[in-house]
Nanobody, 121 residues
């Protein structure tokens, strides 16, 4: 069956870095665009990174641009989110999402269970 399993979350101090991973199985990973979302308590889910199926194009909102980098390894069926210069506002549960159309806002796709990132001193 389809699975997306996130890992790499944890507690990090402000200014620190983390790399999240999302391992995929049960579908043709290389044909799917991948996204990372986050959701903080009491807040709406926020899209923080998008990468096309080949990895040739990426997109970030202003809130993380220059600090977050999404990448993928289609041979390993894994997408990554490298996060630098983290601040407390980045605290959230981070989810990966597989979709057919990278630029559609309305496609549900497949979801992982999420990994907690906490930025605190």
């Amino acid at each position: 069956q389809v699975q997306l399993v996130e890992s790499g979350g944890g507690l990090v101090q402000p200014g620190g870095s983390l790399r999240l991973s999302c391992a995929a199985s049960g579908f043709t990973f290389s044909s799917k665009a991948m996204k990372w979302y986050r959701q903080a308590p009491g807040k709406e889910r926020e899209l923080v990174a998008t990468i096309t199926s080949t990895g040739g194009s990426t997109k970030y909102p202003d809130s993380v641009k220059g600090r977050f980098t999404i990448s993928r390894d289609n041979a390993k069926k894994t997408v990554y989110l490298q996060m630098h210069n983290l601040n407390p506002e980045d605290t959230a549960v981070y989810y990966c999402n597989a979709v057919q159309n990278a630029w559609s806002a309305h496609e549900a796709g497949y979801w992982g269970q999420g990994t907690q990132v906490t930025v605190s001193s």
